[in-house]
């Protein structure tokens, strides 16, 4: 079973209460902290452009009817 948490002031602090014997090994393993979204070169929304207007061949009332072709529904 892995354990999260962080250091502070020098002491590993773990993310939730367990009951672990005296003596018990253990290991500690440093990891790197992922960047936030916001702090990402390329969010989410900026890899998606790359795909943006590339489709082809598509209705051209896609967008208004997309549950009949995706469901079936009649068209509107």
Do not use: C
Request: glycine share 10%; aromatic share 4%.
């Amino acid at each position: 079973m892995t354990y999260q948490g962080v250091i502070k002031n020098g002491v590993v602090v773990i993310d939730e209460r367990i009951a672990l014997p005296d003596g018990t090994p253990v290991r500690i393993e440093p990891m790197s902290p992922e960047p936030a979204a916001s702090q990402t070169k390329d969010g989410l929304a900026e890899r998606l452009l790359q795909f943006a207007g590339r489709a082809s061949g598509l209705p051209a009332d896609l967008a208004r009817n997309h549950d009949h072709y995706l469901h079936g529904h009649p068209h509107k």
